[in-house]
């Protein structure tokens, strides 16, 4: 089964202050993805990765910054947190995308950030 | 511009009451349509992925379908441990990559 874990469920964090979530998946996936899930918007693609140590900007990029310097790990950062940035958090896998392949993304458990 | 919607927003039901979830989307270049289950403080369960209209997949009192513009997710005679909301994404081809688009699914509550 693949897994993907984060490293906090719950976070509580003061404003300015700066934040860190890290993801960790098992199944060797290239890809990897941060997400953040507020109601009435679904999942909003922050920022991605294809590979060691290449990250690419997805919908609202803004306030965030990733590192990816293994495979298997993709951190988010919240230079500065302020409270527009209270939210749930998701972390996603999936394996490379060949010619005929469509790739599944597999999801953590989530992290919910409150920023006071 | 593309898009994915989802309908309905909630819809309540009695246990063993049949019924469908709707995703409408407009995508350039489908690869792929995703479904995944969302239980309340837990990240999305994969459930499906179709590839092109005309295809089906089924998975316990689950089917879904898909056209070139929608996908139904069937549930049949649902069960209590059925209610959760349910994620409709579609994956479509740009230059140079690929993008997923994720809807804003639809909170199933089913009633003993």
């Known amino acids: 089964d693949v897994k993907v874990t984060q490293s906090s469920r719950y976070l509580v964090k003061r404003t300015g202050e700066k934040v860190f979530l890290e993801c960790v998946q098992d199944?060797?996936?290239?890809?990897m993805f941060w997400y953040r899930q507020d109601p009435g918007l679904g999942l909003r693609l922050i920022y991605f990765s294809y590979d060691v140590k290449m990250k690419e900007k997805g919908d609202i990029p803004e306030g965030y910054s990733v590192s990816r310097e293994k495979k298997e790990r993709f951190s988010l950062i919240l230079e500065s947190a302020s409270t527009n940035q209270t939210s749930m958090y998701l972390c996603?896998?999936?394996?490379?995308?060949?010619?005929?392949?469509?790739?599944?993304?597999?999801f953590g458990p989530g992290t919910r950030l409150l920023v006071l | 511009e593309d898009q994915v919607t989802q309908s309905p927003e909630a819809l309540r039901l009695q246990e063993g009451e049949s019924s469908s979830l709707n995703c409408s989307y407009t995508v350039s270049g489908l690869r792929g349509l995703f479904w995944y289950r969302q239980d309340p403080g837990k990240g999305p369960e994969f459930l499906f992925t179709l590839y092109s209209a005309g295809e089906e997949k089924e998975k316990e009192r689950l089917k879904a379908t898909l056209t070139k513009k929608e996908s139904f997710l069937h549930i049949t005679a649902p069960k209590p441990e059925d209610s959760a909301t349910y994620l409709c994404?579609?994956?479509?081809?740009?230059?140079?990559?690929?993008?997923?688009?994720f809807g804003a699914g639809t909170r199933l509550f089913v009633k003993a």
């Open positions: 996603a896998s999936s394996p490379f995308s060949g010619r005929a392949t469509r790739e599944t993304q597999y």
């Open positions: 994404a579609v994956q479509g081809r740009y230059t140079g990559g690929f993008k997923t688009i």
């Open positions: 199944m060797d996936h290239e890809n």
